[in-house]
């Protein structure tokens, strides 16, 4: 296993104990424990296999790590090349947290064209990028609440094929109310082609049984004629049917 590096800045803790195992030098007498209360800014800490701080961590500023994180006690873990774009928050489905919206604008350079959409000073708000740039400035700035969303559709695919497009780049498709609410507005958005055929407005399936009696996993697309058009497409069903709809990817 390769050795872990953390580059601390203005890291502060309850009473924390880090227990670190260097790689020491000939004639060097390794560090085994070290208590304290904070760590200074741009402190760095270099060991063998691992560093653990064991106790309530808070980190107020930016934290580097070369290597994994990961919980000892089986909970989450970030392999090398993992890229957080946003705040960890669940992502509401067709039925699941329906009600509820908490995704924000990420700080990060999409690699299509794009619009950002956000709620704040009592509207929603927009801003179009027609070429691949940062979310930083205009209207939607990152940490808003909203969405950004590709300004073109994205060739048809199956559904899975299709979340494993946006998931490569870093975002994934949008949910019924972000697509609802982007293809009401979709010319002051600057969004083209939301209706007009069916788009993949989900990130969740679930079983469904037709009224003929073919049962199978179905999510929601959008938009074939207008934009409270809405049914469900088949992600595979029991007559080896698994549809093809065209999409756009979100973040």
């Known amino acids: 296993m390769k050795p872990s590096r953390l580059v601390a800045s203005t890291v502060v803790l309850g009473v924390l104990l880090a227990l670190v195992t260097p790689s020491a030098d000939a004639g060097d007498t390794p560090i085994q424990t070290i208590p304290f209360e904070s760590i200074p ?3 760095s800490l270099v060991g063998g296999p691992d560093i653990t701080l064991d106790g309530p961590t808070v980190v107020t500023q930016d934290l580097s790590v070369q ?3 990961e919980s000892v006690t089986g909970g989450v873990r970030f392999p090398d090349g993992t890229l957080q774009l946003t705040a960890a928050t669940g992502v509401c489905g ?3 947290r329906a009600g509820l919206y908490d995704n924000r604008i990420p700080a990060v350079t999409p690699p ?3 619009s950002e959409v956000c709620f704040k000073g009592g509207s929603v708000q927009s801003d179009v990028h027609t070429i691949s740039e940062s979310t930083a400035g205009g209207s939607c700035v990152p940490g808003d609440l909203g969405w950004i969303i590709e300004r073109d559709e ?3 695919a199956a559904w899975d094929a299709a979340r494993v497009e946006c998931l490569l780049i870093g975002m994934r498709l949008p949910e019924p109310f972000e697509w609802r609410i982007s293809c009401v507005d979709a010319a002051t958005f600057g969004l083209n082609d939301m209706t007009g055929n069916w788009e993949w407005a989900s990130n969740e399936a679930e079983p469904i049984i037709s009224s003929n009696g073919t049962y199978g996993i179905a999510t929601a697309a959008f938009g074939n004629a207008g934009c409270a058009n809405a049914g ?4 595979g069903n029991s007559v080896n049917n698994n549809e093809v709809r065209a999409f ?3 973040l």
């Open 232 to 235: 469900h497409s088949w992600v």
């Open 248 to 250: 756009r990817c979100v």
């Open 94 to 96: 067709s039925n699941e």
């Open 41 to 43: 800014t741009d402190t």
């Open 112 to 114: 299509e064209p794009y």
């Open 67 to 69: 290597g994994e994180v």
């Open 154 to 156: 994205r060739t048809a």
